[in-house]
């Protein structure tokens, strides 16, 4: 079976996120890396390929920069890549975004699954699984922790807040997982000097068939109206017991509205 896995690359996830305060947008100067989740999904797709056979491509919308990221997908085993790299892309949102993964996956062709991380770790909507399934007129299974592909069709538990729902589509089907689907593997040496021979396709918008006015902060249906930087650490409140501390102590909480 052949798998497109939708990978992105996000500002390192221990590293303190600022907005742009000319756009408004995320700030992405410093340390990027692959998202975490999208480890899973990579995993997922590895998996399902030993068992069944077929190949592994990873498409991603991004910088230059994201270069990296692809490179960690073929490192762990990934077959090939689709690069989506426009200036005209950046600022999109949720919306857009699903729309342009939508038109390269129209030109990445025939496919059996399309596997993704169930969220970013720079914006967490864990919307544009579904918004991309809707645009693609395929079934979604979403925040998925384990799938079972039989010939034709797919088999998923998705997690819910009270257990878990057994799911079945056919394929071709739109999966995303969670963290609990599975441990991804390190990428080995001799699949980091293999990764720089695979080959990566990288496409703008225009070959997409898409125009700018409809990507990139032109055509975002959301848009942050303002924004500030976190305040400093305040120095905390002293309560001193000389009998009364309880009474403070409850006066402070129910100022803060905790009790």
Known sequence: ?????CVKQVPDTWAEKKLNPSTQILDRGG????????????????????AHGGSVK???????????????????????????????????????????LAKALERVGSYDMVIAG???????????????AERL??????FVRKIDVDGSAVRVERMTDDGYQVVEANLPAVVSVIEKMNEPR???????????????????????GLDAGSVGLAGA??????????????AGTIVADDGTGGNALVEFLAGAKFV
């Open 221 to 234: 249906w959301t848009a942050v109206a303002d924004s500030a930087n976190r305040p400093p650490r305040s």
């Open 1 to 5: 079976m052949d798998i497109v896995v």
């Open 118 to 132: 169930s969220e970013s770790s720079d914006s967490r909507t864990s919307v544009v699984p579904a918004m991309l």
């Open 186 to 208: 390190y990428p080995s040496f001799k699949g980091i000097m293999a990764a720089k021979k695979k080959p990566v396709e990288v496409v703008t918008a225009a070959d997409l």
């Open 58 to 100: 990873v498409l991603s919308m991004g910088p230059d920069s994201a270069t990296d990221a692809i490179r960690k997908a073929l490192s762990m085993g990934v077959d090939a890549a689709v690069h989506v790299c426009d200036d005209a892309l950046v600022g999109s949102d949720a919306v857009g975004t699903s729309l342009v």
């Open 31 to 50: 340390d990027n890396i692959l998202n975490e989740m999208d480890e899973y999904a990579i995993e997922a797709a590895l998996q399902l390929t030993e």
């Open 137 to 142: 007129g395929l079934p979604q299974l979403t």
